[in-house]
């Protein structure tokens, strides 16, 4: 053992210390995206291969190393958005020249701030009253930033006047979807992916059917409200729901708990 310690380098510690720092700041990237569970699935894979090479265990190793080679090719295709924002980021300069590089490895605020679901529940049931169309992604474990990025960043705490004023058909916001997430509208006009499940009926328009997509690979539940019949809807998991004023905000609480 001691043999063993003596042969560590300190390039070796600076070493480890540089690939630590390279996986935490994709880390942070990545987080709140899609992209992370396929993230941590790789570098899970990578370990398991490490593991089993020095072992001596021949054919998971083969099998593994296969897969590790394969998986760089389909790591550039899959995070292909993330990659070119990482890329961006890192090029990106501030007015005085310094590289924005710091903010990746930066701690993200966690809010202890119940979402506010009356303000949410009291806009949706008074655009349904009207037949004025909405599309409220409230999201979970993630918080959907790359997403966010699609649409206009807002940032400003949930009001039932804002949300019915953004969704105004007159609005410049109105086209797209609402993220509120931290109890906070994080972004308004976002893009949503639409489903492409078949088995939807076709009655439901592309509100509908974007609430769905987004929903299938996201930790989020999305509220609709129908335009052309002011009927509100709850969509988790590709699953639509439709809501009752009456008992509105009971179902999103306990949606959100789940």
């Known amino acids: 053992m001691l043999d063993l310690f003596i042969q560590i380098r300190i390039v070796d510690i600076i070493d480890i210390a540089l690939v630590a720092l390279l996986l935490f700041g994709l880390y942070r990237l990545l987080k709140g995206t899609a992209a992370i569970s396929i993230f941590i699935g790789i570098v899970s894979i990578f370990l398991i291969w490490q593991l089993v090479r020095a072992l001596q265990m021949e054919l998971l190793t083969a099998i593994l190393g296969a897969f590790v080679s394969v998986g760089f090719i389909a790591l550039i295709i899959i995070f292909q958005p993330e990659i070119r924002r990482f890329l961006f980021t890192i090029g990106a300069k501030t007015s005085n020249g310094d590289i924005k590089l710091l903010h990746l490895f930066s701690r993200r605020r966690k809010s202890d701030i119940a979402l506010d679901t009356d303000s949410i529940c009291q806009a949706c049931i008074s ?132």
Do not use: W
């Open 127 to 258: 655009m349904s009253n009207i037949k004025q169309g909405a599309l409220i992604v409230l999201t979970r474990k993630n918080t959907l930033a790359d997403i966010v990025l699609t649409g206009v960043t807002i940032e400003a705490e949930i009001s039932k006047p804002l949300i019915e004023n953004i969704f105004f058909k007159n609005s410049p916001l109105h086209d797209g979807a609402m993220i509120i997430t931290d109890n906070k509208i994080a972004a308004a006009r976002c893009i949503l992916p639409v489903t492409n499940n078949s088995e939807i009926p076709g009655h439901y328009g592309l509100r509908h059917r974007a609430a769905v997509g987004v929903s299938e690979s996201n930790d989020c539940i999305v509220l609709v409200v129908s335009e052309e019949t002011g009927a509100i809807s709850l969509v988790k998991e590709g699953k639509i729901t439709t809501l009752q004023a009456a008992t509105m905000k009971e179902t999103v609480e306990k949606e959100m708990r789940n």
